[in-house]
């Protein structure tokens, strides 16, 4: 198991440095420094071994975070803690950075103590967390709360506290879709899904039992086979190729009898992500035409076209075509929005606020070159493109969400129901 | 003010001021100075002179503040144990507070400390923690069990723990469990008696899956990662446990899925493949894996490496899936070269042409690593994919127009194995390639190139011209190129004769008179006497037909494949190396895939009831039994799955293997399990890129006896040859069992350990996939100028060695081993240091059977030599043997074969290969070992003592860095002195001499005058010991210092330097 845990400021300092076990000394904090951080070249992999010590680390910002240990532990199980770890940081002092967290190292320590016990994760839900370790020093809680912290800590339903109550019983639920796609120049498709996530926020009442229904093939058709949905068939159904859910979802019932049903945690947390590859409504095509006009000029010319029902309004657009490293001057045309060269970054940057369906616009540019020996050819990467629009570009709807509380007097009709679906661009490129 | 204030106070008197502030009266002072010592005990400042003032404010009501007393304790309670029994006081109260969550934190505190007092006093209130009312204190107490056992692990088994432990299992808070789990599965991994300690019965299994429904994602990650360690009974059993566990593949962490993953692969391997329940999970397990390429890079990784195995295990589950994997501009570079790989894997008639496509984009990347291995991966294409080779010959040709050098150089190097694969077809390429001629300037890419040149020389017409260009700068070139050239020019002058005389004179001079480099000096002579005493015959063999070489490369070795299997999502699934490999101790533990329990294998899975009972004698009474029950396990358990497993490999050798190898000089092993699988690889066809084994003295490749057939030497007839190369140790065997038996004519491949013995024929298929051609004969690269002066080259100087036979027709291994064995007249010598025989069991005891015997180190396993006389009246047969468990769980390798009866008065030699995978127990002293020989007329026991030398593994070479860093790391009250008096020899001699034992010198110093040598050892155990010896000029005694985590060991490796350093 994890035989220590480092975190790092930028230039190697150690910041916190909490060890587990005892074939862990203090020279793997230098070892890890020496060898990843101050190493002289790009690190090639997460995993690092050194002296049969094994490091993983993630960086975010300017802080590394690093797990260590000796044995053969569960690789995937470290790094998803230490994602863990940044999260619970994060809703507990916002951003992870050096300032915070030697702002916050008393309570890290504390954190780091409870959440991992000998190397082995215990819960780390952040508002379970929230209930005891709370930094106001002395603790003041009666034996009943005591209780009932610890029962939540190790219970069976570890993400909700009872006694939860609200006047108005009200839910929201964001469908939130990334658009993957890769095409070639000749505007063949390469890849592309949909990557999404439906985010709920409940404010409910008691222990709440939630169902939620989908437009999924596979469980429209069970339901089908029971007969009781039989008649509204007409609507469109769509193949989700995989899906995950939030802990509180009982898996087992979703295998067996394909229906999505838990008790959800109080405010905001993620419910299912899922994955689609099939019938994608693409929200834009991009065209790109470069053209080399010799050794100090090269013409771009990229149009893109919206392609979705022309009430809908997509926003924050954004093209950026890549420029090469010796560009030294741009002259840019486009019909809509601004665009701009941005030598920094080596792009050109194109913006359109707003936008409607099935409409067409295009930029021009003339990129100048300076002249170099060297030979190595650019090598194009590719346009990539970000947007926003109303609707789930997979097809994904929210059939119902039905909630029941046996205990408290509201019934499904009292629930506010909140339905909202964005699509996003994910990794939208076109090469060029 | 923020607390980011403690991290900057750097003033001197810090520590005095800090004091009194701890000892202040208030109590606000106080935690800001608590506060403090955390913040310089973090950035590693010594503030351990605090320590009875931090101990001090212990005693508070403010949790805050205790943990962080607490933390400052676990820290520095071990440098201080006799003030840390200060805070003993406090954590038993605290055991007891009405407040669960301090009660919980007093025994995880109590937990972490390794001060033996303490631990004393823990014992008590773990006890009422592990029954208390409140789970959250249950689940903390479970995880303290492991702390405990860590610390004391027969502490924790005579208190009866681990009883109490299991009772956890069953407990009603699912998170319990989970850390009951946690910590049985550890403690059983750590276990010294190798016996389980956890025994999973469908009872605990059921409780187990139950939980997995109910606790947080890390408990499910424990609890499936036990039950994958988990044999189930039958089929039924596995296939009810995988539908409770496959709803966790929709899980939203990627460990959970992974770890269900795990579960799920490793018990499909129960149920015949071809059944519906197979099909079914192999649908459902790919989406999950797709998805898990959405996560967060650091996952993304862990997830590729294990979709490699997982491609390799079972290709049908991603093998629709092949645009998931395409790289993507903004990956990590980590991520790409791992989608990369995979894509390789994927590539099949139906998509290549996408394949290409994206590879030939990757090619213009910026990363060089990256465009190289796209580069490569369009030869693998090629090579794989027959229709597409056309297409892929064509994206290399245009690649090669860019002029970039490294791709340039990678496509050649790839076009090479596209003629090995598809000879006659591509030739007219050949002009474009020899352009770039000039350009090449990696070792490998030149030798490709020259291999080309000299493969088609008779359709090149300047070839030699192209060849003489190289051989300007022969001494600067690598020696790959050199081995190269020198074989190129060879074929050249077989090709065309006439005009190329004197190019080959130049060449054979070069490489036998001018070179330092033994291989290609040796390969110069064999070419030369070749050509000279029958071209004929050297055309054959240079000139013969290759074996094709494989579609698939770069293939993990079934066996590892399987372990690996068995340990998806951990890190040895990410290193793609079995957890011995960087895990020291026990806790290394080696995972089989289950057997399924029927036909030949279920002989295996049930040892006990199926052994050969006929061989042992029923037993006599307990001891008998004791000592015989727990050996009986056969390693047959090894060799019977991977039997199955490599065919080709036995056909390569089977239909004769008309081209011999030379082995490529100078490519040193790579680490110990690595070496395994390229060594059985058929499949790596390329020089010098995947680590060849080399068969230098260095190698831990298994020295095998060599039975040449003309000289057969007293010890070791043909039978026991093979035998012997059979007894390759541990997890080598099976497949190398196969390929020599199979090959009849047991060319034993060995580089004896001796400096200079000449190893013998190398006819491995995949070196001859690999540059051409001949056969290799390898000489060690030391002492070897005793050999090559009396073979002056040439000329026919027969009082060197037998005539070398007219090697026409087949050039057999049988023959060609004789062959050179001759030319050489060397009898191979098994030099390792032997102890004398001593008597084990007189006569008198062992009711007219006398055995001597000693131990040595065999073909890198240990050998038990007997000596079996009968003193009785009537002759001895059927003789048997068994070995009580162990220190270090030796075992027979095979069964003790006595050829004859042994007539009275007449005694008999035998060898026995010993393997280290039997059961594991603790011995009194640790070298002794207790065994049981049976014949026709009783049941005798003895007991003998091991010389701790056999048991240096061949890999104990250890990298420099590493042996400071432990050096430092073991306690100077590890640390041994012993004297070897009147012992007059150099620390060269020394170093040499301990060498061919295994005890590699890392280092040597000259320290005042003196010779200070440092050495590592490692044992078949996977135990480290580091020595220092220590010469001092004129005196004849020598220091010797030995460090070892386990130092009762010390004494025997003391006595064995001492007996290698006599003999």
């Not at chain 1, 590394?64 to 999260?87: G, H």
């Not at chain 2, 320590?51 to 943990?67: A, G, I, R, W």
């Not at chain 2, 002579?525 to 063999?541: C, G, H, M, N, Q």
Request: aromatic share 6%; with cysteine; net charge neutral.
């Amino acid at each position: 198991m994890i035989g220590g845990l480092f975190i790092y400021n930028h230039k190697g300092e150690v910041l916190i440095s909490r060890v587990y076990r005892d074939d862990i000394g203090r020279n793997a904090v230098d070892a890890f420094r020496v060898n990843v951080i101050h190493a002289r070249q790009q690190v090639r992999s997460p995993v690092t071994n050194i002296a049969r010590t094994s490091f993983f680390h993630i960086k975010r910002a300017n802080i590394w975070l690093a797990a260590v240990t000796k044995q053969n532990v569960n690789a995937a199980m470290v790094f998803e803690f230490l994602l863990k770890m940044i999260e619970v940081m994060q809703s507990y002092f916002g951003k992870v950075s050096e300032e915070n967290i030697k702002n916050n190292f008393v309570l890290i320590y504390e954190l780091l103590d409870e959440i991992l016990d000998y190397g082995y994760p215990q819960n780390t839900d952040t508002g379970i967390l929230k209930t005891f370790i709370t930094q106001t020093g002395v603790k003041s809680a009666s034996k009943e709360e005591q209780a009932m912290i610890t029962s939540q800590v190790t219970g069976q339903i570890g993400w909700r506290r009872e006694g939860i109550k609200y006047r108005r019983n009200e839910l929201f639920l964001d469908v939130l879709e990334y658009v993957n796609l890769l095409m070639s120049p000749q505007g063949q498709v390469l890849s592309a899904h949909v990557a999404g996530k439906v985010v709920m926020k409940s404010y409910l009442s008691g222990m709440p039992e939630c169902k939620f229904g989908i437009n999924d093939k596979i469980l429209m058709e069970a339901k089908k086979g029971a007969g009781d949905d039989a008649t509204r068939s007409g609507r469109t159904s769509i193949a989700i190729d995989d899906c995950q859910f939030h802990q509180c979802v009982k898996l087992t019932k979703f295998e067996t009898e394909h229906a999505i049903s838990f008790i959800p945690p109080d405010g905001e947390y993620e419910l299912m992500r899922y994955r689609t590859t099939k019938d994608i409504s693409l929200p834009f095509r991009v065209i790109p035409l470069v053209c080399e006009a010799g050794r100090t000029k090269m013409e771009v010319k990229v149009v893109i076209k919206s392609n979705f029902k022309p009430s809908l309004l997509a926003q924050k657009i954004e093209v950026r075509i890549p420029t090469p490293l010796n560009t030294s001057g741009v002259q840019l045309i486009c019909m809509k929005g601004k665009a701009k060269y941005k030598a920094s970054e080596n792009a050109i940057v194109w913006k359109i606020k707003r936008m409607g369906g099935m409409k067409e616009s295009q930029i021009s540019a003339e990129v100048e070159l300076l002249q170099t020996d060297n030979k190595r050819k650019w090598t194009r990467p590719p346009i990539s493109m970000n947007f926003e629009v109303p609707f789930a570009p997979s097809g994904f709807k929210v059939r119902y969400l039905k909630v029941f509380e046996s205990k408290l007097n509201y019934s499904d009709h009292d629930v506010i129901k909140w339905v909202r679906y964005i699509g996003r661009s994910g990794l939208y490129e076109t090469r060029c | 003010m923020t607390d980011a204030r403690y991290f900057t106070t750097t003033k001197k008197g810090e520590i005095f001021e800090l004091k009194s502030e701890l000892n202040s009266e208030k109590k606000e002072k106080k935690r800001e100075a608590v506060k403090k010592v955390i913040a310089s005990m973090t950035v590693g400042k010594d503030v351990s002179a605090l320590f009875p003032d931090v101990v001090n404010c212990m005693q508070t009501d403010n949790l805050e503040l205790k943990k962080l007393v607490y933390l400052y304790l676990m820290n520095y309670a071990k440098s201080q144990p006799d003030m840390a029994i200060m805070a003993v006081n406090t954590f038993v109260k605290d055991c007891e507070d009405s407040n669960p969550l301090i009660r919980a934190l007093a025994v995880r505190t109590m937990g972490c400390i390794r001060v033996d007092k303490i631990t004393e006093y823990l014992c008590e209130p773990l006890r009422k923690c592990l029954l208390d009312e409140d789970p959250y204190v249950r689940k903390t107490a479970a995880v303290c069990v492991a702390k405990l056992h860590d610390i004391n692990a027969s502490l924790v088994e005579d208190q009866g723990f681990l009883d109490q432990l299991k009772e956890l299992l069953s407990d009603s808070n699912p998170m319990v469990v989970a850390n009951a789990v946690a910590a049985l599965t550890e403690i059983n991994e750590t276990s010294r008696s190798g016996n389980p300690l956890m025994e999973m019965n469908a009872q605990t299994i059921n409780k187990l899956l139950t939980a997995l429904n109910e606790c947080t994602e890390w408990g499910q990650v424990f609890i499936l990662d036990s039950l994958s360690n988990y044999n189930p009974k039958d089929e039924r059993e596995a296939q009810s446990i995988c539908e409770r566990i496959t709803p966790r593949l929709a899980h939203a962490n990627a460990a959970v899925v992974l770890s269900a993953v795990k579960v799920l692969m490793r018990f499909m391997e129960l149920m015949p493949s071809d059944s519906e329940f197979v099909t079914n999970i192999t649908k459902k397990l790919s989406p999950p894996l797709v998805t898990l390429l959405s996560s967060e890079p650091e996952v993304q990784y862990v997830a590729l490496r294990n979709i490699n195995l997982v491609v390799q295990k079972r290709p049908d589950i991603l093998k629709n899936e092949m645009k998931v994997f395409f790289v993507k501009y903004n990956d990590p570079i980590y991520v790409k070269l791992e989608k990369l790989d995979i894509m390789i894997r994927l590539a099949n008639q139906s998509n290549i042409a996408q394949v290409l496509s994206e590879l030939k984009e990757y090619a213009t990347e910026v990363d060089v690593d990256f465009v190289r291995k796209a580069v490569r991966a369009i030869g693998r294409c090629a090579i794989k994919v027959e229709q597409s080779s056309e297409r892929c010959v064509s994206t290399l040709l245009d690649l090669i127009q860019t002029k970039v050098n490294y791709v340039v150089q990678e496509a050649i190097v790839v076009i090479k194995d596209i003629f090995r694969k598809y000879p006659n077809k591509y030739e007219s390429i050949i002009s474009t390639l020899c352009e770039n001629l000039d350009t090449l300037d990696e070792p490998e890419a030149r030798a490709s190139m020259i291999w080309i040149i000299g493969e088609y020389a008779e359709r090149i017409d300047n070839a030699d011209e192209l060849l003489e260009s190289f051989l300007e700068g022969f001494h600067d070139e690598n020696s790959q190129v050199q081995l190269q050239l020198l074989t190129a020019i060879v074929k050249l002058f077989l090709k065309r004769p006439s005009d190329t005389q004197e190019l080959v004179q130049q060449v054979l001079s070069l490489a036998t008179q001018d070179s330092d480099n033994p291989d290609l000096r040796d390969r110069g002579f064999i070419y030369w006497r070749l050509l000279s005493t029958d071209p004929a015959a050297a055309k054959e063999v240079v000139l013969a037909e290759k074996p094709l070489i494989s579609e698939e490369t770069d293939l993990l070795e079934p066996t590892l494949l399987d372990e690996l299997v068995c340990h998806i999502s951990s890190l040895a699934s990410v290193y793609h190396k079995p957890p011995s490999a960087f895990v020291e101790g026990r806790s290394a533990g080696f995972r089989r895939v289950p057997l399924k329990p029927d036909g030949s294998a279920a002989a295996a899975a049930a040892p006990v009831e199926e052994t050969p009972q006929a061989t042992v004698i029923p037993s006599q009474d307990s001891l008998i039994g004791d000592l015989l029950s727990l050996d009986l396990n056969p390693p047959a358990s090894h060799t019977a799955p991977a039997a199955t497993n490599v065919p080709s490999n036995v056909d390569l050798l089977g239909g004769g293997l008309d081209a011999l190898t030379w082995m490529g000089g100078g490519v040193h092993s790579p680490a110990e399990g690595q070496f395994l699988c390229h060594l059985r690889d058929p499949h790596t066809h390329r020089p010098a890129r995947p680590p060849l084994p080399a068969p230098s003295a260095q190698s831990p490749l298994p020295a095998t006896a060599q039975s040449l057939p003309r000289r057969t030497s007293p010890l070791r007839s043909p039978l026991t040859a093979s035998a012997a190369a059979a007894a390759v140790s541990g997890r080598v065997t099976s497949p190398i069992t196969n390929l020599v038996t199979s090959g009849v004519t047991s060319h034993a491949t060995s580089p004896v350990t001796s400096g200079f013995t000449v190893a013998g024929i190398c006819t491995n298929p995949f070196l001859a996939g690999f540059l051409d051609e001949d056969t290799i004969l390898t000489l060690a690269t030391d002492g070897d100028e005793l050999l090559l002066t009396d073979h002056r080259p040439l000329g026919g100087d027969s009082s060197s060695g037998a005539p070398a036979p007219a090697a026409g027709g087949g050039m057999g291994g049988g023959t060609s081993a004789g062959l050179l064995g001759d030319i050489f007249g060397i009898t191979p010598t098994p030099s390792n240091y032997m102890p004398p025989k001593q008597v084990w069991l007189p006569a008198a005891k062992g009711k007219g059977l006398e055995v001597s015997g000693t131990f040595c180190r065999r073909a890198g396993r240990v050998s038990m030599e007997l000596t079996l006389s009968n003193r009785a009246m009537q002759p001895m047969s059927g003789f048997a043997l068994q070995m009580n468990k162990n220190s270090f769980g030796l075992v027979p390798a095979q069964p003790l074969q006595v050829p004859m009866p042994v007539q009275p008065n007449q005694s008999t030699d035998v060898s026995l290969p010993l393997e280290n995978n039997g059961p594991v127990q603790r011995m009194e002293p640790i070298t002794n070992l207790q065994v049981a020989i049976k014949n026709n007329i009783d049941v005798m026991y003895f007991a003998c003592l091991v010389p701790a030398h056999v048991f240096f593994g061949e890999d104990g070479m250890m990298d420099k860095r590493v042996f400071l860093a432990t050096w430092k790391e073991i306690p100077a009250q590890n640390e041994m002195q012993f004297t070897i008096a009147n012992l007059a020899m150099t620390a060269d001699a020394i170093s040499t001499k301990l060498q061919k034992e295994n005890v590699f010198t890392i280092a040597k110093r000259n320290v005042e005058g003196q010779d200070m040598l440092y050495l590592s050892i490692k044992f078949i155990n996977g135990l480290w010991a580091l020595l220092e010896i220590k010469v001092a000029p004129g005196s004849s005694n020598i220091t010797l210092a030995i460090k070892c985590r386990t130092c009762e060991i010390a004494p025997d490796i003391s006595n064995s330097v001492e007996a290698i350093l006599r003999a």
